[in-house]
């Protein structure tokens, strides 16, 4: 499931993945609140953490995420990623450079250090 995480600024998508990532935790969660914040401010600030409590994607999440990424191509500003999953750090590493968006990786400890990068103009 994905929870919204309260402590970030307005205008930043910012979720703690927790447990398994489903399909419905994309389309009710994840996907408007990304449209939400492309509507308000043209582009997209988001900012994902994958703690100890994340135990993996079902294969449609997996699919949806994908399917996110090139519907809203241009309309991601910033991405920081938050996490110590290897899996995760090294999918962000290869498809990161190919995103029209600036794309940072921060150790799991690194949350509001993620948070100043992703909302800093």
Known sequence: MFKRIPSAPPGIVAFDAEGEITDSDYKTILIPAVETAKEALGKVRVLLRFGPAFKGYSAHAMLDDTMLGLSHWND???????????WIA?????????????????PAGAVDEAMDWVSDA
């Open 90 to 106: 090294h999918g962000v590493r290869l498809f990161g450079p190919l995103i029209p968006a600036k794309t940072r990786i921060f």
């Open 76 to 86: 991601f500003e910033r991405l920081a990623v938050v996490t110590d999953v290897d």
